[in-house]
């Protein structure tokens, strides 16, 4: 059975499109964030019958009681320097795969021609979720968090999301 994927800071702008890329591929993730009220108005627009979990990095084990063993977590909470330690521990201590959306040198020197970057790093969380959920990070040789896939990863990522490097 696929592993769970969890998008906390579903309703953000980040959020919001990577759950759009992860519903528009057939995923149905767990969206979480601190209003329930923003989510329930995100499934609305998506799919009504998401499961929805309020969150809050400020009260952690409202995150780590989201997560079980084998689960995907997605963030895309931030700042990351702020925000991102809660949502990582919970990924540890629960055994899940861990991916977020922060800013790292290799998405920020890819650059595509009238597309959104925003839009671009939403469709790599989405691939890079669906792959993590469908197959777990071990069978890619990884053990526990991970803070990326690396360029030969991403551009993989790239061509499975339908987007080229320009």
């Not at 959020?15 to 149905?28: F, I, Q, S, Y």
């Not at 995150?63 to 990582?88: K, Q």
């Not at 669906?130 to 803070?147: H, K, Y």
Request: hydrophobic share 45%.
């Amino acid at each position: 059975m696929p592993s769970r994927i969890v998008l906390f800071g579903a309703t953000g702008y980040t959020g919001r499109l990577t759950a759009e890329a992860l519903v528009a591929r057939g995923a149905r993730p767990v969206l979480a964030g601190r209003s329930a009220e923003k989510l329930e108005s995100l499934a609305a627009e998506l799919d009504p019958s998401l499961e929805l979990a309020v969150a809050d990095t400020g009260r952690p084990e409202t995150i780590s009681s989201l997560l079980e063993r084998g689960d995907v977590l997605v963030s895309t909470v931030g700042p990351f320097a702020r925000f991102g330690h809660a949502a990582l521990q919970a990924a540890i201590g629960a055994r899940a795969s861990y991916l977020d959306s922060t800013g790292e040198p290799a998405f920020a020197e890819v650059r595509l021609d009238g597309q959104n970057p925003y839009a671009f790093t939403a469709a790599i969380l989405a691939w890079g979720a669906e792959t993590a959920a469908r197959r777990g990070l071990e069978s890619a040789g990884a053990l526990g968090p991970v803070e990326g896939f690396g360029l030969d990863a991403l551009e993989q990522g790239c061509r499975a999301a339908g987007l080229a490097r320009v």
